[in-house]
Each structure stands twice: as C-alpha cells, then as structure tokens.
C-alpha cells in the first residue's frame, strides 16, 4: 500500500472526519443519522474495509495504521498519539479509527425475504432503543448467534454512531437493517411475510420463552424495548407472542443486551 500521509497539523482539513469526535460524529447541521460511520481498532476495520461500506479514510498512530492491509485505494494519514488525541478530542487506546460513507436502510420486503425466501430467518426489532452502546452490544451477540437482520422504530439510536460501532467491535457493519416508519403498523408486514412476532417482556402473564419451537416457528422477529420502561403497549398488543426469559424469584429483568443474547440463543 503507499505509504501514510504524515499529520502535522492538527487542523489538517485532511483528517476533518475525526476531528472532535466527543461532540458526536457527524458536522454541525448534518441530518440525524447522517454524516460518516467511524470505526476505531484495527479488528473493526479490518471488518469495516471487508464490508460494502466504502472507505473515506483512516487515521492512526504508525503502528496501527502498519498493522492494516490496506487497498491502494483508501488514504491513509497517521500521527504521532498527542496529535491524533488532540484532533479527535479524546486518548484513543486503540490505535486507529476509520470513516466511511453510510449506506441507506435496506428495503424492507427484500431484507424479510432474504435471499432465500424459503429459508428460516431471525430478525431483531428494536423499539426505542436510545442507548448507543446497548444497540451496538446487540448487534454483536445478532451477529454471532444467528440473527439475520436489524429491524429500527424512528425512535431508534443512530445504529452507526461510533458508540455503537465500537461496542459492535464493528460487527453491526455486517447486519443489514431497516426502518420501521409505520410503528407499530409496519410489525404486520412481519406477519405477511411468514414472521412469527414475539415481545420480549418480564410480565407473569407471558409465555416461557423456552417454550417457543424454533421448528414450528422457522421465521421468527424477537422485539426488544429501551432499558427500564420495555416495550410499550401498543407494541406488545401488536405482536403474535409475548414471551419471558425464566428467571430466579426476586429477580425482575436483565439488562436489554443480556435479554436479546439469551432470546437470540434461545430462539436460534
């Protein structure tokens, strides 16, 4: 690859995508869910530069940046660590970050078909989800445990804000996802295509989530609500089975991430 271009300055235009990351990622005036995806770590962009997203540019301290097979292609800028710290406003531990352009959700009837419309599916639906860190971690476990797609309310937390992407460890770059703009009308299209709806909920009147056949249910949509007030009832009232995890006696609930593991498992 050619050899990295060396940052001196600080306000290098160059290396604008990175510059003071702690105020969020994306320039003042750009739309919500708008502005480049950033990736930090080589193991999450090594998965970023094996995704469809396309590379604007990386940045790093020379180690790292070295440490990257990287096409001809993608530009690449290094510094020494003050000067990376002072642009993107923080120390970064790991090394190296990368920008890339976003890609637009993917169209709804073809991400629930899939590219065999025979074939069993899993898809995660996640209502209001406003924790940036708790969405990247679920789409860490969807990724390993067989889910096949994100499904977003407006409501949702940027799925690409840096938060989220790194507590993926960039693995929600591998998910296609789409938006629920109806909500909660769009669950039943859900329901058309094949999909088995189930509400994740700690109530006593929901049925044991070991219960649900994965044979009898191959298509199968498990929802997830924010931390703390769950799903709400329209979205409960909209889907096919509501369903709790088993639990201990005095313990109420998990965490939402630790929830959508066990679910994702359980439901594979």
């Given at each position: 690859?050619?050899?990295?271009?060396?940052?001196?300055?600080?306000?290098?235009p160059?290396?604008?995508?990175f510059?003071?990351?702690?105020?969020?990622d994306?320039p003042?005036?750009?739309?919500?869910?708008?502005?480049?995806?950033i990736?930090?770590?080589?193991?999450?962009v090594?998965?970023?530069?094996?995704?469809p997203y396309?590379?604007?540019?990386v940045?790093?301290?020379?180690?790292?940046?070295?440490a990257?097979?990287?096409?001809?292609?993608?530009?690449?800028y290094?510094a020494?660590?003050?000067?990376?710290?002072?642009?993107?406003?923080?120390?970064?531990?790991?090394?190296?970050?990368?920008?890339?352009?976003?890609?637009p959700?993917?169209?709804?009837?073809?991400?629930?078909?899939?590219?065999?419309?025979?074939?069993?599916?899993?898809?995660?639906?996640?209502?209001?989800?406003?924790?940036?860190?708790?969405l990247?971690?679920?789409?860490?476990s969807?990724?390993?445990?067989?889910?096949?797609?994100?499904?977003?309310d407006p409501?949702?937390?940027?799925?690409?804000?840096?938060?989220?992407?790194?507590?993926?460890?960039?693995?929600i770059?591998?998910l296609?996802?789409?938006?629920?703009?109806?909500?909660?009308?769009?669950?039943?299209?859900?329901?058309?295509?094949?999909?088995?709806?189930?509400?994740?909920?700690?109530a006593?009147?929901?049925?044991?989530?070991?219960s649900?056949d994965?044979?009898v249910?191959?298509?199968t949509?498990?929802?997830?609500?924010?931390e703390?007030?769950?799903?709400t009832?329209?979205?409960?009232?909209?889907?096919?089975?509501?369903?709790r995890?088993?639990?201990?006696?005095?313990?109420?609930?998990?965490?939402?991430?630790?929830?959508?593991?066990?679910?994702?498992a359980?439901?594979?």
């Amino acid at each position: 690859m050619p050899a990295p271009v060396v940052i001196t300055d600080p306000d290098d235009p160059r290396v604008a995508d990175f510059r003071d990351l702690t105020a969020g990622d994306r320039p003042e005036g750009t739309p919500r869910w708008g502005g480049p995806v950033i990736v930090e770590g080589v193991p999450a962009v090594e998965r970023l530069l094996a995704s469809p997203y396309r590379v604007r540019a990386v940045f790093g301290v020379p180690g790292r940046v070295a440490a990257l097979d990287l096409p001809d292609d993608v530009v690449a800028y290094e510094a020494d660590k003050w000067l990376v710290s002072e642009v993107i406003g923080f120390r970064l531990t790991r090394g190296v970050l990368a920008s890339a352009d976003r890609r637009p959700p993917a169209d709804l009837d073809a991400l629930l078909a899939g590219p065999d419309p025979a074939a069993p599916r899993r898809l995660a639906v996640l209502e209001a989800l406003n924790d940036a860190e708790n969405l990247g971690s679920i789409a860490r476990s969807a990724l390993a445990l067989g889910i096949d797609g994100l499904l977003l309310d407006p409501r949702c937390a940027d799925p690409f804000y840096r938060r989220s992407v790194r507590v993926s460890m960039g693995h929600i770059l591998a998910l296609p996802f789409a938006v629920l703009s109806d909500w909660p009308g769009d669950l039943g299209r859900l329901h058309d295509a094949g999909y088995t709806t189930v509400a994740l909920t700690p109530a006593a009147d929901a049925v044991d989530l070991t219960s649900i056949d994965a044979a009898v249910h191959p298509r199968t949509a498990v929802l997830l609500g924010a931390e703390g007030p769950g799903l709400t009832p329209e979205a409960q009232a909209a889907v096919r089975v509501r369903a709790r995890i088993p639990m201990r006696p005095g313990v109420d609930s998990l965490g939402v991430a630790a929830a959508a593991a066990i679910a994702f498992a359980t439901l594979r």
